[in-house]
């Protein structure tokens, strides 16, 4: 599996270390609330809110330099809104990379 990454964040701030630590201040206070809003929906089996959710969280898969895992939730969220959960397994194995990867911030 890929691992995050600050390529993306470094190419945003362009050498401006204070801005860069905001956007991984900001990355590491939002995404922990986005995640479990997410794991709340998908237990309850809310599949459009679940999809609300994978939008979301997408930007910071994006933002954190995962492009494939970015795939993976495109598909995932276009799957949710047809019903469809076969992607969980996939896209929560990239939460949880995500969340180990923030700790080490």
Do not use: C, W
Request: glycine content about 4%; proline content about 2%; aromatic content about 8%.
């Amino acid at each position: 599996m890929e691992q995050p990454n600050q390529s993306y964040i470094d190419s945003l701030s362009g050498g401006d270390q204070a801005f860069k630590q905001q956007l991984i201040d900001v990355i590491k206070l939002e995404y922990p609330q986005e995640k479990q809003e997410y794991l709340d929906n998908i237990n309850s089996q809310q599949l459009k809110l679940v999809a609300d959710n994978v939008h979301k969280l997408k930007h910071k898969i994006s933002i954190l330099g995962l492009e494939k895992s970015y795939d993976v939730a495109v598909d995932y969220e276009n799957n949710l809104l047809k019903g469809n959960t076969d992607q969980r397994e996939a896209f929560e194995a990239i939460l949880n990379t995500i969340t180990k990867y923030l700790k080490t911030l």
